[in-house]
């Protein structure tokens, strides 16, 4: 025995005092916790300052209803039950009970409500019993942030996520900027596992992360947007895109991606704008005009024969969709009207003997490099080549090519070698980003980035300009035309593959192009994926009309000032037509219209011209408004919108 009780207390003097350190700080790990406290993320902004990512504050509220005292708790508890209801929408008997009853169980860590906004937990802190802090009052507070997009959906993939998804958008590009660093408190374990601070307050302040300014303009963003899923839905396309670039800088001003859902409804499904790389068709024989006439090997007036509109080349046919053909045209006109014979006859006959001549020009152009994007994923373009092993290069490649098939490019490469068309010759980087900011001071600015300072000859560069304007006036685009309006681009129609083979039933409808046509300010292009060829398919008919919409709307609602419109039409002559237009509304409606289905702006420029105060929640279409059609009204009256 005396042995045994010596083998004890050396136990004891080797646990109390040689290993003591040790088991004390495993009573502290096991007991108290440092609790990370994350910080919020800088705010994503457009470029008028419009809020379009931000992340808020959520709080959970507890209760330790060990540590209020008796008389506090009977004294309060009323109070305390009457204010929980007003907030949170429960009578006031069951906060009561439920009070009672975690008091009874010696609670302390009773739920009380989550998720709750800032206003909502600055009221919650001044109620009965909680307004005597943690101590006293037994109130529990734990915070968490979370990523919230003012304007909804719109643009969400360009705006991006930076979370157990991986990284996107600019969200994912920008995110250790965006992170900020965070804060810790100290927690005591309590009853059933569970953890309470200690503290009232934070051990460590979390700082907020940095702001970036976007080069996007929610006005134009919207009208992009709208513009695509109005044409999208009409035609039950599978999915599409459309980007507006600032020609003189670069700075994407809109950027919309949509892909359809088993339902038929339309989100933002993938960046195609950025990601897809795919067979632009005939969007690509400016590329091909562009190299025969910087070679000089052609002219705008170089005679083609077309012939019927049919050739065929070692068993393939290239065929006009124009039937029994155009005969004998310009090689301005073989542009205008998209004949597909016409222009790999031109490059078949200048370059057939040195396909790298051709070649070459293409990369001259910057078309077979990626544009080197902050935004992850960019789709790889492609040219192909002789010597390829992948691609292998054959007899009809290179009159493939000239009609926009056997290359690979992204929209947005597209758009960006269009642009350089808008822009005399010099091509310029995509720009996401204007600047990045630390508490509104500017640290550091995204100025803009050459790319190639002239990609052909100024004289190339005017003679495609003219032509493209005249697709429009003249050509396969000429259905979008408008007199008050200058635009220049090009239709694109191209065959989809399917199982390795090209299908008669799946077609890729696009449009590029700018506007003014005479001194660009924004380019733009449109791609649409699988419409309902029933419904139509050409790019004429699917693409162009959303790039006209895109146009007009940008035009009627971007300060003058900042136009260049080639209009001629002199400022008294508006005057006249703004008045008759005002007249017309005024002879028109003389009681509330109906603008259910149509966009916000238009709904309040409407209203506005009658004399209404328009107030609005949401973005998008109108859903409801307060007014009913046909409910008379005075001048000044206030009608409240609903958008979608």
């Known amino acids: 025995m005396t042995l045994f009780f010596i083998v004890i207390i050396g136990r004891i003097v080797n646990i109390q005092y040689v290993q003591g350190d040790k088991y004390r700080k495993l009573s502290v790990e096991s007991t108290v916790k440092n609790d990370t406290i994350f910080s919020n993320r800088g705010n994503i902004y457009a470029a008028d300052g419009s809020l379009l990512a931000t992340s808020l504050y959520k709080y959970t509220i507890r209760m330790d209803l060990v540590a209020v005292k008796t008389s506090v708790f009977e004294k309060n508890i009323n109070g305390l039950s009457k204010s929980l209801s007003e907030l949170l929408g429960k009578p006031t008997s069951y906060y009561q009970e439920r009070l009672r009853n975690a008091r009874k169980r010696k609670n302390r860590y009773l739920l009380i409500t989550r998720n709750l906004g800032y206003n909502d937990y600055m009221k919650i802190k001044k109620f009965p019993i909680f307004k005597l802090g943690p101590y006293r009052g037994g109130f529990i507070t734990e915070q968490k942030t979370v990523r919230v997009r003012p304007i909804g959906k719109i643009a969400e993939r360009t705006i991006g996520y930076d979370d157990h998804r991986g990284g996107a958008g600019i969200e994912g590009a920008f995110a250790r900027y965006l992170e900020g660093k965070s804060g810790w408190r100290l927690k005591q374990k309590i009853a059933k596992g569970q953890w309470k601070p200690i503290n009232g307050v934070n051990e460590r302040e979390p700082i907020d992360g940095r702001d970036v300014i976007t080069t996007l303009d929610v006005n134009i963003q919207d009208i992009t947007h709208h513009a695509l899923l109005r044409q999208m839905e009409f035609f039950e396309a599978e999915h599409g895109c459309a980007i507006v670039m600032e020609t003189a800088t670069g700075e994407i001003k809109a950027i919309s991606n949509l892909g359809r859902t088993s339902q038929g409804k339309y989100y933002e499904k993938r960046n195609y704008a950025v990601w897809e790389s795919h067979e632009p068709g005939s969007t690509f024989k400016l590329a091909s005009l562009m190299a025969a006439l910087d070679d000089k090997v052609i002219d705008t007036s170089t005679i083609v024969d077309t012939g019927k509109g049919i050739l065929m080349l070692h068993g393939s046919k290239v065929e006009d969709s124009h039937r029994g053909g155009y005969g004998k045209i310009s090689a301005a006109r073989v542009f205008e009207v998209s004949s597909n014979v016409g222009i790999v006859k031109i490059i078949k006959k ?155 039933q799946k077609y890729v409808a696009s449009f590029a192009g700018f506007f003014p046509a005479d001194k660009p300010k924004y380019s733009c292009i449109v791609v649409i994926h699988e419409p309902n060829k029933k419904k139509g398919y050409y ?101 409240l919108l609903k958008l979608s």
Request: glycine content about 8%; charged content about 25%.
């Open 350 to 504: 200048h370059y057939d003997d040195d396909p790298w001549k051709f070649i070459n020009k293409m990369k001259s152009f910057g078309l077979d490099q990626r544009l080197g994007l902050p935004i992850q994923g960019e789709g790889k373009p492609f040219i192909p080549y002789p010597g390829n092993k992948r691609n292998p290069w054959n007899k009809i490649s290179l009159e493939w090519m000239a009609w926009g098939y056997g290359v690979l490019l992204t929209p947005l490469q597209m758009l960006t070698f269009y642009n350089a068309i808008a822009n005399d010759g010099q091509m310029v980087k995509p720009r996401f980003i204007k600047e990045l900011r630390v508490q509104n001071k500017t640290e550091k600015i995204f100025e803009k980035v050459v790319l190639i300072d002239k990609i052909a000859k100024q004289s190339t560069i005017d003679k495609v300009r003219k032509v493209m304007e005249n697709v429009v006036k003249k050509g396969t685009a000429e259905n979008i035309y408008s007199p008050n309006f200058s635009m220049a681009g090009k239709t694109g129609t191209a065959k989809k593959v399917v199982n390795g083979v090209y299908s008669n």
């Open 539 to 639: 790019g004429a008919t699917v693409a162009a009309p959303v790039f006209k919409e895109i146009a007009q709307k940008i035009y009627t609602t971007t300060p003058i000032n900042v136009q260049d419109v080639t209009d001629k039409l002199p400022i008294s002559g508006l005057e006249e037509k703004y008045q008759e237009y005002y007249k017309k509304l005024q002879k028109e409606y003389t009681v509330i219209p109906n603008v259910k289905g149509m966009s916000g702006m238009d709904a309040v420029s409407l209203l506005e011209n009658l004399g209404l105060k328009v107030k609005f929640v949401g973005v998008g279409r109108v859903i409801t408004q307060s007014k009913n059609k046909g409910a008379k009204f005075k001048k000044g009256d206030t009608i």
